[in-house]
């Protein structure tokens, strides 16, 4: 596990993150400097399984320890259509991942730690109340701390899926398992299998196990092969190969004993587990499945518990205050490496008329059509 208290969270990587971004876009002060829009546009639930662009939604207000972010770029991950099957309240704002520049600061923000009109990108636990919101509108608010500030090299529209994705790769690879970090790596690799490494949670998964020193191995169709050989992989195998296991065991010779498995869903878990070496190990799962092998351990996280608080869907969740303090680091960490230009976004598909067609390309992503690509709305663009 990572210690949380192994980085200095006042690191003047942060630091200089914040004093870059604000020289790049001017911002000088800690408060709001303009007056806010009362209304925005935001897709928001139907209630009854399907999402309606809509005009006159309420810009929320910064509570303690949030900023309120004008979104430039909003991202879509699978979950967007996982939660419209069970929410059967209209009119809460869909969307987690975004991209865009602090509007306003809120109370009990750590002072200096954010400025108004600094470039920030990550996530929020989205769509699931009211007074949380989400991310598929003109503005949201965010969790100040669990943040990155997005390089002057970086686009809005690059930087809008790095949010829940980056945040899972960080909690699959060092919440429960005890591995080198991008901070320390090791010199004496050992295997780690990232398995579904084209997904979006699997590129970073992919990126960071490499900076850290391993071994990566790692899953996806042939067409994807080349992509992850250039995040770092150091093997790749076609997940539909029925030999897959057998393949990944003698690659690793027997000695398989970390992984990740970002799709966790179907058979995953088996392939995985059978993957593994003769004295087992553990695995990080980012959705909740078996494992059938005893001597290998399996555990699921979900990324929300990051921010510390309890929470009640997609099931309870007491809150975490040890995660709250681990996604702090993860953030330092995420932010670093892109303003070194040592972790690479993963890959835009830009669609036309902004937040317009939402309700087609969640459908899109839920029909399985999504192959090592982000759906990505720049807000702006919406008609
Ligand atoms: N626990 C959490 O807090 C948390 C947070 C974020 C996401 N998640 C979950 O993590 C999963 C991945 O999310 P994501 O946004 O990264 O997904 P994504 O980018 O939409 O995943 C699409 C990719 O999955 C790959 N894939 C599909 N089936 C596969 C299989 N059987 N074996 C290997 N690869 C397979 C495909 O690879 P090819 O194109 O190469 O075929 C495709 O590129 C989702 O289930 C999501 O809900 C959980």
Known sequence: MLDPNAVDVTTPSICYNILTSAATTGATSRNMTNTRATYMKAVVTTGDGGV??????????????????????????????????FINTPDIVLGRDFAGIVEEIGPDVP???????????????????????????????????????????????????????????????????????????????????IWGGASAVGQYAVQLAKLSGLQVITTASPKNHELLKGLGADAVFDYRDPEVSNKIRQFSGDKLAHAVDCIATGDTPALVSTSFGSDGGYVALVMPGDIPRTDVKGEFSLVYT???KAFDFPMPYPAYPKHFELGKKFGIILNSLLRDERLKTTPVKLVPNGLVDAQKWIQYQKDGNVSAEKITYRIGDTL
């Open 306 to 308: 990051l921010f510390g």
């Open 52 to 85: 309606v662009l809509k005009t006159d939604v309420l810009v929320p207000t910064p509570g303690p320890g949030q900023i309120l972010v004008k979104v430039v770029a909003a991202a879509q991950n699978p979950s967007e259509w996982m939660t419209l099957a």
């Open 111 to 193: 002072h200096g730690l954010r400025v108004v009109g600094e470039r920030v990108a990550g996530f929020i636990n989205g769509a699931m109340t009211k007074e949380l919101g989400g991310t598929f509108a003109e503005y949201c608010l965010a969790e100040a701390q669990i943040l990155v500030t997005i390089p002057a090299t970086l686009s809005f529209e690059d930087a809008a899926g790095i949010g829940l994705a980056g945040f899972t790769a960080c909690q699959a690879l060092w919440q429960n398992q005890d591995l080198p970090t991008p901070l320390n790596p090791t010199s004496n690799p050992f295997p780690i299998l």
